[in-house]
């Protein structure tokens, strides 16, 4: 993950607003959710008590290193807010996730959480999900070749993830599949396509997972919108 980036401080200082005392908080990863931590780690060396569950091993350190206390999913019952970053937010309030490589450890926090908040800069803004090119899909390193004959086979051609000349393997010990991508019209029906490939872990589409999307403009405005999740 990069340092904090000025075009996430503000919609980091305003996700903090929603961090209760006493709660658990849903650590994301990435560029966003970096600028986030940072911003709580802040308020917990001020005297907020909170605990996070990390959605990675980056973003663990991270919070390990500014004093915020860490659980897993043994230690609490559920998650309060968790709040992470997007790659794509398109009208409806659906997502596209996992340039980082955390998606399938990203949405399972996701999922066990209260309140889902996405903070993403302007640049992330889409018509429609597929438009920036590119879908990340988890698969077992055992079923890579088969998952990607799959894949094709359904209009997604992928390339391995690679990392410095090898392949990129997750905090899971899987490989990540990148998709080209079109238009993802129907993202909850394309997710269930894919996951119905063996092997398949998981997918970047965050569909109907969103309560609160964050968008900051280029001036440092934050636009709050309702995102999909029922």
Known sequence: MSANAPDTDAIAAK????VQPDTVVGLGTGRAATAFIQALGAKVQAGLRIR???????SAELATKLGIPLVTFDDVPYIDVCVDGADEVDPNGDLIKGYGGALVREKVVAAYARTFVVLAGGEKVVKVLGERGKLPVEVVTFALTPCRKRLEALGFPSALRMKD??????DNGNYILDCRTTAITA???T???????????????FAKMAHTIMIQGTDGSVEVRAGSAK
């Open 15 to 18: 996700a903090v607003e929603l």
């Open 52 to 58: 996070g569950l990390p959605t990675s091993e980056v």
């Open 165 to 170: 000349g090898k392949p990129f393997v997750t």
């Open 187 to 189: 993202p909850a029906d």
């Open 191 to 205: 997710e269930a396509q894919i996951l119905a490939i063996p092997g398949v872990v998981g997918t970047g589409i």
